[in-house]
């Protein structure tokens, strides 16, 4: 299995740029696809965007298409959200998810790093 440990979340405001990150531990992960969730305060925990671990595929929410962008390092195992243009809306806890590519479901995930926007 992957291990996941997310860093980079805090307090920002409305408009500022925050880049979080991923370390990435365990397998070879070329066999896995990557993916950033969210779960604001009293909703249900939404995937924002996802990539594979060459990077070359991605995917993101309607709700933050065009503002952010993920990214891997393969070299240093990471994997990266940027986030731009932030809104109060994203405020939340950031997760960071693995999935075999032949599979659904994401069998591993980070503890997690919390956004706080203000406006």
């Known amino acids: 299995q992957v291990q996941l440990v997310e860093s980079g979340g805090g307090l920002v405001q409305a408009g500022d740029s925050l880049r979080l990150s991923c370390a990435a531990s365990?397998?070879?992960?070329?066999?896995?696809?990557l993916g950033w969730f969210r779960r604001a305060p009293g909703k249900e925990r939404e995937r924002v965007a996802a990539i594979s671990w060459s990077g070359t595929t991605t995917y993101y929410a309607d709700s933050v298409k065009g503002r952010f962008t993920a990214s891997t390092d393969n070299a240093k195992n990471m994997v990266y959200l940027q986030m731009n243009s932030i809104k109060p809306e994203d405020t939340g806890d950031y997760y960071c998810?693995?999935?075999?590519?032949?599979?659904?479901?994401?069998?591993?995930w980070g503890q997690g790093t919390q956004v706080t926007v203000s406006s």
């Open positions: 998810a693995a999935r075999r590519t032949t599979e659904q479901q994401y069998e591993s």
């Open positions: 365990g397998r070879s992960f070329g066999e896995y696809a």
